[in-house]
T-cell receptor, first 113, second 112 residues
Framework: DSGVTQTPKHLITATGQRVTLRCSPR?????VYWYQQSLDQGLQFLIQ???????AKGNILERFSAQQFPDLHSELNLSSLELGDSALYFC????????????FGEGSRLTVL | DQQVKQNSPSLSVQEGRISILNCDYT??????FLWYKKYPAEGPTFLIS?????DKNEDGRFTVFLNKSAKHLSLHIVPSQPGDSAVYFC???????????FGTGTRLKVLA
């Protein structure tokens, strides 16, 4: 158990819909990262937050947005969903914003039909 | 632009032998590297890391080697065990960047 909690574990929705994925980092971790893993692909970096502020952005679509709340949990919002958005979405946390180990949650599997 | 590459999608090794997983990177600003292991239906778990000030780091059966001039790192697992069968990802990060860039992974199968 990494200490990172992601909900929901599985989500099935239709094209055009909007979903919210939630992540609670490990106790004491200030940084939250979001990654997308499509079928048999690597982990694509989406976005990172540190203590409530956006720190780094990767290949995140404009239809996607995220935030980190004062209690340090984070939400990833995916809107106008397309079939290609079907993927595993991982959240990871770390103590600080720079080098160090990332602790991953078990992921949220999104299926868009 | 794939800055971190794992060119072998899969690898099979006999139990007890050495497993060598390779990773190449293109960005010379990367100075911290990590290896993660991922089982099906689970999140990636941290294995071992190395800073660019070192060329080797060892932890039990796992050793990571870094060749900065070649922009190449490798993970050695000795001896390999069936429980090591998983997908292995290398990741890289650099000073001044908060991103961790992952490779596409290598699926290791250790045969009993």
């Amino acid at each position: 158990d990494s200490g990172v909690t992601q909900t929901p574990k599985h989500l099935i929705t239709a094209t055009g819909q909007r979903v919210t994925l939630r992540c609670s980092p490990r106790s004491g971790d200030l940084s939250v990262y979001w990654y997308q893993q499509s079928l048999d692909q690597g982990l694509q970096f989406l976005i990172q937050y540190y203590n409530g502020e956006e720190r780094a952005k990767g290949n995140i679509l404009e239809r996607f947005s995220a935030q980190q709340f004062p209690d340090l949990h984070s939400e990833l919002n995916l809107s106008s969903l397309e079939l290609g958005d079907s993927a595993l979405y991982f959240c990871a946390s770390s103590v600080g914003g720079l080098a160090g180990e990332l602790f991953f949650g078990e992921g949220s599997r999104l299926t868009v039909l | 632009d794939q800055q971190v590459k794992q060119n072998s999608p899969s690898l099979s090794v006999q139990e007890g032998r050495i497993s060598i997983l390779n990773c190449d990177y293109t960005n010379s600003m990367f100075d911290y590297f990590l290896w993660y292991k991922k089982y099906p239906a689970e999140g990636p778990t941290f294995l071992i890391s190395i800073s660019s000030i070192k060329d080797k780091n060892e932890d039990g059966r796992f050793t990571v080697f870094l060749n900065k001039s070649a922009k190449h790192l490798s993970l050695h697992i000795v001896p390999s065990q069936p429980g090591d069968s998983a997908v292995y990802f290398c990741a890289a990060s650099g000073s001044g960047t908060y991103k961790y860039i992952f490779g596409t992974g290598t699926r290791l199968k250790v045969l009993a």
